[in-house]
Nanobody
Framework: QVQLVESGGGLVQPGGSLTLSCVAS????????MTWYRQAPGKQRELVAG???????TYSDFVKGRFTLSGDSPKKTVYLPMNNLKPEETAVYYC????????WGQGTQVTVSS
């Protein structure tokens, strides 16, 4: 069983930055990757960025060059620094770790507004 906790969300002005964290606990032996998603009110969940077990990142086109994944394996933590945020990126951001099952955190709210 894996438990996930996201943090780092908040209110930021357009063009500002935030860094999200996803901390995992529990047995990680089956984990083979993780993904950040976001879901805005009234919209479908969308993939933001992902990280494979060997540390290879992938990004959706709309965040390339602005978001950069990094991981700290001993701390079982993945970070998502987000730069130049836009109002349309206001959403709840979730991390999910993938193994025998998909594990999900509770989400962290990111609000981009002046």
């Amino acid at each position: 069983q894996v438990q996930l906790v996201e943090s780092g969300g908040g209110l930021v002005q357009p063009g500002g930055s935030l860094t999200l964290s996803c901390v995992a606990s529990g047995s990680m032996y089956s984990i083979n990757g993780m993904t950040w998603y976001r879901q805005a009110p009234g919209k479908q969940r969308e993939l933001v960025a992902g990280l494979t077990r060997d540390g290879s990142p992938t990004y959706s086109d709309f965040v390339k060059g602005r978001f950069t994944l990094s991981g700290d394996s001993p701390k079982k933590t993945v970070y998502l620094p987000m730069n130049n945020l836009k109002p349309e990126e206001t959403a709840v951001y979730y991390c999910s770790w993938h193994g025998l099952y998909d594990y999900w955190g509770q989400g962290t709210q990111v609000t981009v507004s002046s």
